[in-house]
């Protein structure tokens, strides 16, 4: 078995292709045709040249038969006239004769008579009178002892070729005695020429064994006394005629290619020479093959062009298929780019990246490597688009993500999950610290700054790490600790990237229960307030109270305030349930004057979305209306974190508020008191200095310091000063000598439900100090 | 006066025609008077005297007789009637001969030769001087 296929196998392989299938069938058509002309070509010729043949043959047979006769009745006439001389004169002999029909017809023929010396005693044709003694044949008659056929002789008044035939007379002494002729026109052994048969270049001739032509025609030309090689022209007649060579020869008395038969007559020494001239003959063969050849051509033309206009046909529909096969290829291919790519951004899609997670996967576990999944989500993104417009957004995403892009390998993986999500995977890395610098580059990168409607905008953004196989050996559970990763870092103050940890998820399980749980537990009655008292140091009493929110859920227990306030916040149940709040904890107060207990001020904190809530001032109202509570006995505490954003609204929202009567207290006061002297003018009712510094009053001067500044600082903003968190009887002493107004703290007593309160407030009543603990 | 003018004239004519007539060489056919022949065409006539038919129209046989060749009458004949020259005559007769496909009629002499023979022989045809003509014979009008 061959390792390479030989040329024959390869064109064969090759087949079926139009371009080498046509050409092998043109080829092949081709080949039938041509070899089939050619083969009717050479039979035509044969076959002209054997009709050419043929026909020579029978008109030599014909000639010959009609020669020999015309000579016989020549040879016949002389052997008569000679008979009838013994017995009569030579005039009566013509005479008798001539009447008697005995004679060939005398307008051809002229019998003559000649004495021993060539003088004409008696003729036919009395005007051929003169003398033959000089004549050639009448010297050899005087020898011969046959007919005696003379050489040809032109006359110019009859513009023909004569020949004589003699025979001797015997004189009466047995020697010569004259002799017996017929004259006749060389024409008449030629005047059988049928131009039908021999054409305008065949020949008739007669020829002698001398050599020399007696007579021969072509054509309507008769000619005489040629001259020729005998022997070469006539074959030796030893053997049958009716095998006669035909050869196709150059006559050369005339230059004439012919089929020339020469034959010897039997009695005569004469040769009758028949020929058919070679082109004349052939003519109509050759027209008919030129014909043949001529449609083979044609034919040959046609299918040649036929060919070609099918080769070029298919080559164009193979050309089309082509064009047809590649445009759907690279449509299926951009059908799938679609499907597998974003179409904003040009990064992989959910799907496609799905995918080359589940194979990085598969990748990692086989070599026993790990993979870092970043889950990134745009800070502030919504904002951005909301402000500038769709158009904007789209162009940040995009070069958001060129720039992602930039920041990481070809070998690691990016994809847009949607909105302002993307995912980056990081396969194939050997330790999860690896996944740092890379992280880094990625905040430093999107933190630059984008130009956007003409103008320069900063993002920043979140980024989640989790880590395969340790946070999670399956796509989805690895997506999901990413996001919880991601959204950790977005609690921790965004722009920032945070790993995984197990706690997160415990955090954000718990997050999410308790975020269902605080949806009901408005409507489960499952809030309590309890209240922590203010003292006033000048006259040791209590002035006022602190509501403050606890969540007593049944499976948790009582749950603390900063637990579970923020989540309120973020989800806006803060404002039903700061309503709620406002509403219980001016009841209370109610209840407690009606109870008889001096009169105090119940404060109640605001949240910032309480505080910039629409219908802060309506529910207000709303809730001294319903509870009946004097507007100067319920005091607002707003943080003072919340006073120092948007100065604006604020101003205008604390003027409501003062409108309406109630209190205004700043909570945490310490922070932003530059910005505060913006509110200067407003005159607050009470200044709470964070319980931060209070803590610090007794461990350093610093700290002492720093609270008496604020203190005479809240006293240029507000009328009252009272310090929180106060625990020990020390940092009580201090603020009393440091002009403080009041304090609030465990060192008074620490937050407890209303009951409770009540007790201490009538023990108060009892004494005129509060008792110490 | 003109009655006798015109006499004059015809009579003139008579006699020069005439004089002319018996002085003139014409050459007419002839045919026996018993002879069923009333016209013949050129054709018909070169058919018969050329060989190529020995029958009349009606299809009687007819045997033509010729006159010496080279003599006056012959030339006429063949030249008026006939319409082929000696040459032709005798490349034609040569041709039938020597392929043995004809002979040439049969020659007589003269006119009064072709006379006597054409009037005997009422299946004969035949041209001699029109002077030759006599009431035994008929001369046959050729179209």
């Known amino acids: 078995m061959p390792a390479t296929p030989t040329l024959v196998q390869r064109w064969l392989h090759r087949l079926p292709e139009p371009p080498v299938l046509f050409s092998a069938i043109a080829v092949l058509v081709l080949a039938v045709i041509w070899s089939t002309t050619l083969y009717l070509a050479a039979n035509e010729h044969a076959a002209g040249q054997r009709a050419a043949a043929a026909l020579t043959a029978d008109l030599t047979d014909t000639y010959e038969a009609q020669m020999v006769g015309a000579l016989n009745v020549i040879d016949q006439t002389l052997l008569q006239v000679r008979y009838n001389l013994r017995t009569a004169p030579a005039h009566a002999v013509l005479r008798e004769m001539g009447a008697s029909g005995l ?91 049928d131009p039908d048969a021999l054409g305008k270049h065949g020949m008739l001739g007669l020829v002698g064994t001398d050599g020399i032509f007696r007579v021969r025609r072509t054509d309507d030309v008769v000619y005489a006394g040629d001259a020729i090689e005998y022997r070469s022209l006539v074959p030796d007649r030893a053997i049958d005629t009716a095998s006669d060579a035909i050869e196709v020869k150059v006559n050369g008395w005339d230059g004439v290619r012919r089929y020339t038969t020469a034959r010897k007559l039997f009695e005569f020494p004469l040769a009758i020479v028949v020929g058919l001239s070679d082109t004349e003959q052939l003519a109509q063969a050759k027209a008919l093959v030129r014909t043949y050849l001529g449609r083979a051509a044609a034919a040959s033309a046609l299918l040649v062009a036929l060919i070609a206009l099918i080769g070029r046909l298919s080559w164009q529909l193979q050309k089309a298929r082509a064009r047809v096969a590649e445009e759907q290829v690279a449509y299926a291919k951009r059908l799938e780019y679609f499907a597998y790519h974003d179409s904003l951004t040009d990064l992989p899609n959910r799907a496609f990246f799905s995918r080359l997670l589940v194979q990085g996967m598969h990748q990692a576990r086989r070599y026993e490597r790990c993979l870092a999944l970043l889950f990134l989500d745009l800070d502030r993104f919504k904002t951005i688009n909301d402000t500038l417009g769709h158009k904007a957004g789209d162009e940040l995403l995009q070069e958001v993500g060129r720039r992602l892009r930039g920041c ?94 197990e706690q997160l998820s415990t955090d954000a399980l718990e997050h999410l229960a308790l975020e269902s ?25 209590i002035t006022g109270m602190e509501a403050l929110l606890h969540w007593q859920h049944p499976d948790l227990g009582l749950v603390a305030p900063m637990k579970f306030i923020p989540l309120a916040e973020e989800t806006g149940l803060i404002v039903p349930i700061g309503r709620w709040v406002l509403e219980t904890a001016c009841r209370q107060n109610v209840a407690w004057q009606k109870a008889g ?173 509060a008792p110490r603990p | 006066m003109a009655r006798s003018k015109r006499i004059t004239v015809v009579g003139c004519v008579l006699v020069l025609s005439l004089a002319l007539g018996t002085a003139s060489a014409e050459v007419v056919v002839i045919v026996s008077a018993q002879s069923p022949v009333s016209a013949l065409t050129r054709a018909q006539l070169a058919d018969i005297y050329l060989g190529r038919s020995n029958r009349l129209p009606n299809g009687d046989p007819v045997v033509p007789i010729d006159q010496a060749f080279g003599s006056a009458a012959h030339d006429l004949f063949y030249r008026d009637y006939i319409g082929r020259s000696t040459a032709l005559i005798k490349a034609h007769w040569s041709r039938l001969i020597f392929t043995g496909r004809g002979q040439p009629p049969k020659a007589v002499p003269n006119d009064s030769a072709t006379a006597e023979i054409v009037a005997e022989n009422p299946n004969t045809i035949g041209y001699v001087d029109s002077g030759h003509v006599d009431i035994r014979l008929r001369i046959v009008p050729i179209e």
């Open chain 1, 597 to 769: 207990f001096p009169a105090l001020t119940m404060a109640v904190n605001l949240s910032a979305r309480q505080f910039l809530d629409d219908h802060l001032l309506g529910d207000i109202a709303g809730v001294l209306r319903e509870t009946g509570v004097e507007p100067c006995r319920l005091e607002l505490e707003i943080n003072e974190r919340i006073l120092i954003r948007n100065m604006e609204r604020t101003l205008q929202i604390l003027q409501g508020l003062k409108q309406m009567g109630v209190r205004l207290a700043i909570d945490d006061f310490g922070m932003g008191y530059t910005a505060l002297s913006t509110l200067k003018p407003f005159a607050f009712d009470t200044i709470k200095i964070d319980g931060s510094f209070i803590q610090e009053v007794m461990r350093s001067a610093e700290g002492k310091r720093q609270t008496e500044a604020l203190i005479t600082l809240g006293r240029s903003l507000g009328q009252t000063v009272i310090a929180e968190c106060v625990e020990t009887v020390e940092q009580a002493d201090f603020l009393r000598t440091h002009a403080c107004d009041g304090i609030q703290g465990f060192h008074v007593h620490e937050p407890m439900p209303a009951a409770e309160c009540a007790q201490r407030l009538h023990e108060q009543l009892l004494a005129a100090v």
């Open chain 1, 517 to 541: 749980s605080l949806r009901n537990a408005l409507q489960n009655d499952e809030f309590l307030l309890y209240y922590q008292a203010k003292l006033d140091l000048n006259s040791e009493r």
């Open chain 1, 103 to 193: 004679l060939p017809h005398e307008f051809l023929f002229t019998v003559s008579i000649a004495d021993a010396d060539g003088e004409i005693i008696a003729t036919t044709q009395p005007a051929a009178m003169e003398s033959v003694a000089a004549r050639d044949f009448f010297q050899r008659t005087r020898e011969d002892r046959g007919m005696v056929i003379g050489l040809p002789r032109f006359h110019p008044e009859t513009d023909e070729w004569r020949l004589h035939f003699s025979r001797r007379l015997e004189a009466a002494d047995g020697g010569f005695g004259g002799s017996v002729m017929v004259s006749v026109h060389a024409g008449y052994f030629v005047s059988g020429y």
């Open chain 1, 408 to 501: 990481i390998r070809d070998s690691d993986v990016i994809a847009r999950l949607g909105g302002d999500e993307f995912v980056i995977l990081l396969p194939e890395i050997a330790h999860a610290t690896q996944a740092v610098p890379v992280t880094r580059k990625i905040l430093a990168e999107v933190g630059k700054p984008y130009t956007l409607v003409g103008h320069e905008y900063r993002i920043t953004v979140s980024i989640g790490i989790s880590l395969f196989p340790n946070d999670g050996e399956d796509e989805q559970t690895l997506m999901k600790n990413a996001d919880i990763a991601m959204y950790h870092a977005k609690e921790k103050g965004k722009n920032n990237f945070q790993f995984y940890s």
